[in-house]
């Protein structure tokens, strides 16, 4: 049976104690993206109001209001997705007009970068570089260290709503309403298509597979081939995040429905089905110990992920 631990009594009975669930509300009321840093210890929220970044500890052993733990970096205008760069050290989020990079852990601003459009979807590269996805269509492969775009295509007829880079720097993948799209890193080049809705897009870490929110299905395609791996409509809502483990065994889904699904990839099979509610859930992230998802009313949800692989799925 999962354990929901309320704000103020998990922190001030459970302390380190291990949770099955943890949820609180950020002040926002709304939380469109989130990611957790390469190591494991931190997670970042994107809301209306700019981009809180957690640690995990802090979370399960802080004082009285996890809010009051974290650190809130600002962003004109709300943050609509979020991402930490490979090494950790810096964290990128995106918005309307622009997209802004930081420094951790003190969150010290880096650089601000100015868009025509909305970003919709950020990404790290290796290589000090950023992906943009745009909701003109356009996506952007920006150089950091030289503060000026690698090049810009305009790779979807609409929104670009989720955007990837695999591990190794060798791809990228985009998604937009009409289509999900895998193509080289290097120059933007199409290798292929994928036809329907892909509203999020996240390659796994060894960058073999990549999972696409198609609609309401669920499909992951061999990069090297372009060949269906799995293709399932468990959710009854589209898909809007997806996300990978670390090793690559499990994948997390949140979507419209309200639910966040975790699953096992080699299997094909959704192992649970987690945080029932009436808002859309708008994103999900992984870690090697935690799954963390947020809801449109601005509800974050942390599960450990020992918990829910020991327990039955639906």
């Known amino acids: 049976m999962k354990r929901v631990f309320w704000v103020g009594i998990f922190l001030a009975l459970f302390g380190a104690v291990a949770w099955g669930e943890v949820t609180f509300r950020l002040p926002e009321r709304w939380a469109k993206g989130v990611a957790i840093s390469p190591d494991g210890e931190l997670f970042a929220v994107a ?8 640690q995990f500890e802090a979370v399960a052993q802080g004082g009285e209001d996890p809010i009051s733990e974290s650190l809130k970096l600002d962003l004109p205008g709300y943050a609509h997705c979020v991402d930490f760069s490979p090494d950790g050290k810096l964290l990128a989020a995106g918005g309307w007009s622009m997209a802004q990079v930081w420094s951790l852990p003190r969150g010290e601003e880096v650089t601000s970068i100015e868009v025509q459009g ?13 992906l943009l996805g745009l909701s003109t ?16 295509r305009k790779l979807h007829g609409g929104a ?20 999900g799209l895998l193509f080289r890193l290097a120059d933007a080049e199409a290798l292929f298509e994928f036809p329907g809705h892909a509203w999020d897009v996240d390659f796994t870490p060894d960058g073999f597979l990549l999972g696409i929110g198609a609609g309401k299905v669920f499909e992951i395609y061999d990069t090297a081939t372009g060949f269906p791996y799995l293709s399932t409509q468990r959710h009854h809502g589209c898909i809007w995040g997806v996300s990978f483990s670390p090793d690559g065994k499990y994948a997390a889904t949140a979507s419209l429905d309200g639910t966040v699904r975790l699953w096992d990839v080699l299997e094909g099979k959704d192992l649970s089905v987690l945080g029932e509610g009436e808002e859309s859930m708008e994103d999900a992230g992984l870690s090697e ?14 599960w450990e992920l020992d918990e829910l692989l020991g327990s039955d799925g639906d």
């Open 137 to 152: 269509g356009e996506v952007i492969l920006y150089d950091l260290g030289k503060r000026e775009p690698v090049w810009e």
């Open 289 to 302: 110990r935690y799954l963390v998802s947020c809801r449109k009313d601005g509800t974050l949800y942390i």
């Open 160 to 179: 670009v709503w989720g955007i990837a880079a695999s591990p190794d720097g060798e791809l990228a993948a985009s998604g937009g309403a009409e289509k």
């Open 118 to 130: 909305f970003v919709y979807a950020i990404a790290f590269a290796p290589g000090g570089r950023l």
């Open 47 to 54: 809301t209306v109001n700019g981009v809180y970044l957690f």
